[in-house]
């Protein structure tokens, strides 16, 4: 490990002494330069700024000396969307590319970024594609270590929940989205009150003439949209995938679905059901109404004079 590297590593750490990846990065730069006594002092240092005892700091330094480093060449995948995983990686060295199906490269991940967070953290499958743009090196943190960080620095644990969030916000309620003309705060609470589920390849969501129960918004993985033509032959209308939202008008004006839902490809969705959809429609009126006029101005029409678009029904457990 050089010396200029062990120095912009801890640089980066005093510039952000409360992120997980810098301190990671720090700790592990030191211990990898032979300075084990001062990665346990960066280590400690996080665990003060987030209100933990010293010990905690101690037990975080060894899970980042313990952990193993994963390298990949450049364009190798580290992570496929749509596919399960547990692993949370922070970028070392290198640079990572983030992109998601029907939409490309959405990010590029530094050293001391954070990657995999939504799937552990959420308990669904991957929701997008890393990949190596450059030779990378990423520290790995299987289910067991972070078991520990979670019971020893649960801070991070909430830390990551947030920034997880804030990614999937951007990414599936952004300016393209239906959602693109409300604001942060109205984005972060609607989504914040989303279900998390994985769904098989396969999988009827959604029968035509039932009631519409649930706000969808896919992940990952793709959905076609299909009714049954006379004849029984079955004609597909569209289909869906990452980024697409469903539902929403029938939670405004209470349509049934007109068609059928089923899954191509292992689908990750999150769905807000409607006891949660009308909780944050009362928080946030102005939301409701933005929502409503978005609405209205995709059917050309008032809501409920159009086609009802199909709904996943979702139960809160």
């Given amino acids: 490990m050089k010396i ?10 005093q510039a952000a002494p409360h992120a997980f990846g810098s301190c990671v990065r720090a700790v592990r730069a030191l211990h990898a330069g032979g300075h084990a006594d001062k990665a346990r002092g960066v280590a400690r240092a996080y665990a003060k700024a987030l ?6 700091g101690d037990a975080l330094a060894t899970l980042v000396f313990d952990a193993p480093v994963e390298r990949f060449g450049p364009g190798v995948q580290i992570i496929e969307e749509g596919a399960p995983g547990d692993t949370l990686y922070v970028v070392l060295t ?9 939409v490309g490269e959405v990010a590029m ?5 954070v990657v995999g967070e939504v799937a552990p953290v959420a308990g669904v499958h991957r929701t997008a594609t890393v990949f190596a743009r450059h030779p990378s090196e990423l520290l790995a943190f299987d289910t067991a270590a972070q078991s520990v960080l979670s019971e020893r620095l649960p801070a991070i644990h909430e830390s990551l929940r947030a920034t997880g ?26 989504f914040a009150q989303c ?3 994985t769904i098989p390849d396969g999988t009827r969501l959604v029968r035509e003439g039932h009631p519409g129960t649930a706000m969808c918004i896919i992940a990952s993985g793709h959905a076609d949209v299909w009714q049954r033509a006379p004849g029984g032959r079955r004609k597909t209308l569209i289909t ?3 980024g697409d939202v469903f539902g929403e008008i029938a939670l405004l004006d209470g349509r049934v679905a007109s068609a059928n839902v089923e899954a191509v490809s292992p689908l990750t969705l999150f769905a807000l059901d409607a006891e949660g959809f009308a909780s944050a429609m009362d928080a946030f009126p102005e939301a409701r109404d933005r929502i409503r006029s978005l609405v209205t101005r995709r059917l050309g029409g008032q809501p409920g004079e159009s086609e009802p678009l199909p709904v996943v029904r979702v139960t809160r457990g």
């Fill in 4 to 13: 200029e590297d062990i120095r912009a590593a801890v640089a980066d750490f």
């Fill in 51 to 56: 209100g933990a005892a010293p010990d905690a």
């Fill in 94 to 102: 290198g640079l990572a590319g983030v992109k998601r199906l029907g």
């Fill in 195 to 197: 279900l998390p589920a």
């Fill in 240 to 242: 869906l995938g990452p």
């Fill in 109 to 113: 991940l530094a050293p001391g970024a």
């Fill in 165 to 190: 969030r804030e990614r999937m916000v951007a990414q599936l309620m952004g300016p393209e989205s239906v959602f693109g003309d409300l604001d942060e705060a109205q984005r972060s609470a609607l």
